[in-house]
């Protein structure tokens, strides 16, 4: 099912990069925020007549509430961007209308290809591996946000197409890139838009190692996880994807757990029912799973019969990790320009959330550090 709108662009609301937020009134005069890509398509005026996929709006979804402009009624192909030509041959968005050629770091054509086709392993390297794509700025937040770091780690983002597809919606990671706390950003799957593109995520994980040298590397689905409210209904099960892979590569999977006691649904209170059951039931490779050290005695043992009645306490490392607190989180939060929510609370409503993300960032630092 989708679900069209039409209307008029009655004003700009903003332009980042390739993204174009504009506000759009229907036939009834009621306005409604939309986006435009405009990698491929024009960037819209006022006075624009546009068809807009409703669907995600309409149905209540994660999208942010916006709807995406499809089509500008009178638009030709001469009025139309077309990609750059790279030379590539790797589609992505494959047999749809939008479907793009990219050049990906593994071909021919790719002045990488030569690194790529010799690489078979990512030589130990820590991998981040996350559910929620605002685990990504909270876990830089806290590498970054210590004022005394001297040693800073060269770190590459690996974008999965478990959530949006286009790098260019996280504004997260462009301003990530802007303020130098990422070294460079991949794509993989059919995400696309990365500095780097990828067919898959063990080519994503080598590129970041050897194209882009980096020392830690944070994988994590773009804006918006699909979820179902059952056991693997869910794209969170990539994280099984994504340890399997770092393993068999030689690196380090390290989980940032989805700890959560402000969650109003009981599934995804204490540790995430996503979580308990990809580590539980679907990993075939060993993980670190690291927790902060929690100071409420009725939670920390939650999180313990959790972790002992999932099979997760068996299966992975479990690692205490000292010295992260939500008040120590909340400072280096404050070098972060943008304010970062998780299903709409932020650090204040959901200290556990930032928490652990922290702990498993203050991890990888640590094994980074016994190393040098």
């Known amino acids: ?48 007549r546009v068809r807009m996929n409703a669907t995600a709006a309409e149905l209540s979804l994660g999208s942010g509430g916006a709807h995406f402009v499809y089509d500008a009624f009178g638009d ?4 139309g961007e077309s990609l750059p030509d790279h030379g590539g041959h790797i589609m992505k968005l494959r047999y749809t209308p939008l479907q793009r050629a990219v050049l990906a770091a593994e071909e021919p054509a790719s002045p990488h290809h030569g690194v790529m086709a ?29 004022p005394s770091a001297s040693e800073r780690p060269r770190v590459s983002y690996v974008m999965t197409d478990g959530g949006a597809l286009p790098l260019a919606l996280s504004r997260h990671a462009a301003e990530l890139k802007s303020l130098g706390w990422l070294d460079g950003t991949i794509t993989c799957g059919h ?45 969170g099960t990539e994280t099984a994807d994504l340890i399997h892979a770092v393993a068999a590569l030689g690196g380090v999977p390290i989980v940032m757990p989805r700890i959560s006691f402000a969650d109003a649904r009981e599934r995804h209170r204490g540790i995430s029912h996503h979580l308990l059951e990809t580590l539980g039931t679907l990993t075939l490779a060993r993980a670190i799973v690291p927790l902060p ?80």
Request: net charge neutral; aromatic share 6%.
């Open 293 to 372: 050290e929690w100071p409420d005695e009725r939670q920390r043992l939650q999180l313990e019969r959790q972790l002992e009645a999932s099979g997760v306490a068996k299966r992975h490392e479990l690692v205490s990790v000292p010295g992260v607190t939500p008040e120590e989180a909340e400072k280096r939060m404050r070098s972060y320009p943008v304010p970062i929510t998780t299903m709409g609370r932020g650090l204040r409503d959901d200290p556990a959330f930032f928490a652990a993300v922290c702990a498993a960032a203050q991890h990888a630092l640590s094994l980074l550090r016994e190393r040098r």
């Open 1 to 48: 099912m989708i679900r069209w709108k039409t209307g008029t662009v009655v004003g700009i609301v903003e332009v980042r990069g390739t993204v174009q937020v504009v506000d759009v009134a229907d036939e009834s005069g009621t306005t409604s925020r939309a986006i435009r890509y405009t990698d491929t398509m024009r960037p819209l005026r006022p006075g624009d």
């Open 118 to 146: 010799r690489a078979r392993t990512i030589e130990r390297m820590p991998v981040l591996i996350g559910e929620l794509h605002s685990m990504l700025p909270i876990a830089l937040a806290w590498m970054f946000g210590e």
């Open 76 to 79: 030709t192909d001469e009025g």
């Open 191 to 235: 995400a696309y838009g990365g500095e780097l593109e990828t067919v898959n995520r063990y080519t994503a994980l080598l590129a970041a190692k050897h194209v882009q040298r980096a020392d830690v590397t944070i994988a994590v689905m773009g804006p918006g996880i699909v979820g179902t409210g059952t056991p693997f209904g869910h794209t």
